[in-house]
């Protein structure tokens, strides 16, 4: 059931558990996503990249694909369909081509144009049903070429731009997308209480949920996180899989080199992943 990410998401923020979003890349992947959750009874967030959604042809071919898929999987826990990271002529693009959220990524403006693009497509989105996620403080790493220091947003920035009607807020903490490095410091969670505060009953977003230790995402849920996102994590473990599947020369045995064949021990891993992720963030049986 394709539906805006606003209220699975207040319903995450009331009831103190998160819900994942997994970045897709192709249709295996959203097949798994979609499989997986329905599954575990979980509402989910499918995330596109801008580089995903230009690999699988557009967000016109995403949106149908997902909404075909949707319809002739039976999936009845609410998707929400969300352009990740998006840039202001991204955002306008998903909200026509039938995407159901969208996230506007203006951290990189300074603060006024920040707040007078969110403001423009937070109205664009709200007026066709959309929901939009904004962003303070540069999520750090690296995703998709795009490459940003890590940042701990300002709780007056947040508060700033969460008053402007977005429905979920991105705060950097000290999170960076990809592996962390051995080095890091962790999640800032003063940081979060102030933003918490700063922000009132804003569903938090959490974005590099990949490598994240299990004891932090717990913590971080407990301060008003709402919605984590995984991405990199689903692709480490889809390409171990299949490299063990290649390297054990499974794919030259009879008929193992068929790409269904050969891709289904990745598509098992993403499986694996996204269940473990959901049963952390407490979304399973909430849908
Ligand atoms: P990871 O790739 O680190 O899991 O981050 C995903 C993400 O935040 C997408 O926006």
Redesign the pocket.
Known sequence: MLVNAAEMLNKAREGHYAVG?F?INNLEWTKTILQTAEEMKSPVIL?V?EGAAKYMCGFKTVAAMVKAMDESLGITVPVALHL??GSYEGAKKCIEAGFTSIMFDGSHYPIEENVQKTTELVNEAHANGLSIEAEVGA?G?E?DGVIAAGEVADPAECKKIADLGVDFLAAGIGN???KYPVNWKGLDFDALAAIKTATGNMPLVL?????IPADMITRAISLGVSKI?????CQLAFAAAVRKYVEAGKDLEGKGFDPRKLLAPGCVAIHDTVKEKIELFGSANKA
């Open positions: 979003q970045n995330g990249s990740d990271h999520i790493g995703e960076i997308h990809g974005h590099g949920g990949t490598g996102n995984v991405n990199t994590e």
